[in-house]
């Protein structure tokens, strides 16, 4: 694969995509923004700022960035949705400079939450704009739904990590569940990465990620609450979100990928405990 632009490149998925990118050897163009605490983006940028194939979008782009040709850039719209993000979304700029290579196969691959795909009145009008801006430049993108993810890094808008930061702190609350969060289905970050990036590298076409278990995102919700000993009952959030994952008049044209999980649930959700007491008592968060 060329070199990959990732927007929102310190975010939950984004900055999850970008280690595995780099690992893999691909040169990553990360396009930093606001949307996250300055101790957060320099503790991350520790992990992969390091690495030569990674490079951050700035004034002055370096000559490393300028002789790189970029076939893909991925938006990860499930980060910016669950942080609330608006019409601040602007990804035109990269089209905008002469000084960034883009290969004649260049597409744009969005991750967009699933909950869009039955229920299209949530989407977020920016997209729409996003798409119009593409279709009107003949630039290609593909779209992939995908359900809640989780894992060391997940943001504190979810549910999940709400409720490890209350265990955490000593607070015997469950948490509210947040407007914009689906319940019907979970995956594990590191699971779900690859799966993104071999769509990403097809740069076409629409899928939706999914477990495969109509349970998933309760069975991380009860290993969460049996791990920290919280004998709260578990409250059912399902009415808030509607059972719309088996309509076939919204899957129609969407191919269903299947995400092999690997290793033990409460081993998944005591990393994602671990790895939040680490980064509280590394950033010195109360």
Not at 16 to 22: G, R, W, Y
Not at 101 to 116: C, G, H, M
Not at 126 to 143: C, D, M, P, T, W
Request: aromatic letters at 10%.
């Amino acid at each position: 694969m060329e070199g990959v632009i990732v927007y929102h490149s310190y975010g939950f998925i984004g900055f999850s995509l970008c280690k595995q990118l780099l690992e893999n050897g691909v040169e990553v163009l990360g396009i930093h923004d606001s949307g996250k605490s300055s101790a957060e983006i320099e503790v991350k940028n520790m992990e992969i700022g390091r690495n030569a194939n990674f490079s951050e979008w700035g004034d002055g782009l370096s000559p490393a960035i300028m002789e790189t040709r970029y076939s893909r850039m991925i938006v990860p719209l499930l980060d910016l949705y669950m942080e609330e993000w608006g019409e601040e979304i602007d990804i035109s700029s990269v089209f905008r400079t002469n000084e960034i290579q883009l290969s004649e196969d260049f597409r744009v691959s969005f991750i967009v939450p699933r909950r869009w795909l039955f229920q299209p009145e949530e989407m977020v009008p920016v997209f729409r704009h996003l798409l119009a801006f593409l279709e009107q430049n003949s630039i290609g993108y593909q779209k992939i739904f995908t359900p809640t993810l989780y894992g060391p890094w997940q943001s504190e808008e979810y549910c999940f990590q709400q409720l490890i930061k209350g265990v955490e702190l000593g607070i015997d609350r469950i948490p509210s569940l947040g407007k914009r969060e689906d319940t019907e289905d979970a995956l594990y970050i590191d699971d779900a990465v690859p799966y993104l990036i071999a769509l990403i590298k097809l740069g076409k076409g629409e899928y939706l990620l999914q477990s495969g278990n109509p349970d998933s995102w309760y069975q991380c919700y009860n290993v969460i609450l049996s791990l920290s000993g919280c004998k709260s009952p578990q409250t059912d959030f399902c009415g808030e979100i509607g059972d719309s994952r088996n309509s076939p008049r919204h899957l129609r044209g969407i191919k269903r990928i299947t995400v092999k999980e690997e290793g033990d649930l409460k081993e998944k959700i005591a990393s994602q405990t671990r790895h939040y007491a680490r980064i509280r008592s590394f950033l010195g968060k109360e």
